[in-house]
């Protein structure tokens, strides 16, 4: 059982960034992958990035250089980088650390 505590969110004008927190305690010394998952208004959950114990990263293509994610192992906290943010992006995103943990989800609006 895992704690995932979100921070970050904001609303910010189109191409402008971002940078999503999310910290994970109760793990122990288990160092899991962990990701984000996002979900819009009037769509299904969405993946958008993960990145392993040893730093492999992947992207969905939505956000693929635009989106940047990493990790503190020290302070167990992956991060979110997002730059040229577009009103597509809008939605509440999740941190997820396979299989079933789950953040409450941070709102990100993207708007003139």
């Known amino acids: 059982q895992v704690r995932l505590v979100e921070s970050g969110g904001g609303l910010v004008q189109p191409g402008g960034s971002l940078r999503l927190s999310c910290t994970a305690s109760?793990?122990?010394?288990?160092?899991?992958?962990m990701g984000w998952f996002r979900q819009a208004p009037g769509k299904e959950r969405e993946f958008v990035a993960r990145?392993?114990?040893?730093?492999?990263?992947d992207y969905a293509d939505s956000v693929k250089g635009r989106f940047s994610i990493s990790r503190d192992n020290v302070e167990n906290t992956v991060y979110l980088q997002m730059s040229s943010l577009k009103p597509e992006d809008t939605a509440v995103y999740y941190c997820?650390?396979?299989?079933?943990?789950w953040g409450q989800g941070t709102q990100v609006t993207v708007s003139s």
């Open positions: 997820w650390r396979p299989v079933n943990d």
């Open positions: 109760g793990s122990g010394f288990s160092l899991n992958d």
């Open positions: 990145i392993s114990s040893g730093g492999i990263t």
